[in-house]
């Protein structure tokens, strides 16, 4: 789906000392409590620093050169395109994404300005990316793991079969006392006469 760079940013990318910034929301599931979720928040950036977004302000961990984040597209027809973020991560997070199930969680990743000048104001970033997690694979070195995040756009979930039908009995899973398709096959087999005989 097609969608507008806001105008404070894009006049912003005119302005001689901005730089682009990427920020990620990485969503896991905490393992002492399925009902929340643990977010690492990074960007590309080289020392940490508060980032607002949505009216709320968090630290964003600075990964710098060490995190790439590949090219996605939205088309009109609403076509699912996935992405790919790299990121290279010390060894100890190797246990911390093996015993989590990451799969179906959110994955966001904002496009923002940073201003060299330290007295302009920063525009408020926007969504570039808006998905959740498809699968995690890891490249180890003996110092170092290269960690590739694939991720899903949110809009392939409209093109996932929905298996219900228009039964009486499947409607009961809903409800269980609704009757509204008691008699959707004596109405489909009838044969009805209309208007003036």
Request: no cysteine.
């Amino acid at each position: 789906m097609a969608r507008n760079i806001n105008s404070s940013i894009n006049n912003a990318l005119g302005v001689s000392g901005v730089f682009p910034y990427f920020a990620v929301d990485f969503y896991l599931p905490d393992p002492n409590n399925p009902n929340l979720a643990i977010i690492d928040r990074m960007w590309t950036g080289y020392e940490d620093r508060d980032i607002t977004i949505n009216g709320q302000q968090n630290t964003y961990t600075a990964l710098g050169g060490l995190i790439s984040i590949g090219d996605t597209s939205e088309h009109g027809d609403l076509t699912a395109n996935g992405i790919e973020v790299k990121v290279m991560a010390t060894t100890e997070i190797i246990a911390t994404l093996r015993d989590v199930e990451y799969q179906g969680m959110p994955f966001k990743i904002y496009l923002g300005t940073h201003y060299s000048v330290h007295n302009i104001p920063e525009d408020e970033p926007f969504v570039y990316f808006d998905g959740f997690v498809d699968k995690i694979q890891f490249l180890q070195t003996p110092t170092t793991v290269e960690v590739t995040i694939t991720a899903e756009h949110k809009f392939v979930r409209l093109s996932e079969a929905k298996n219900r039908t228009y039964t009486a009995s499947d409607q009961k899973l809903e409800n269980s006392v609704d009757k509204g398709f008691n008699y959707l096959n004596a109405t489909r087999n009838g044969v009805f006469s209309w208007g003036i005989v």
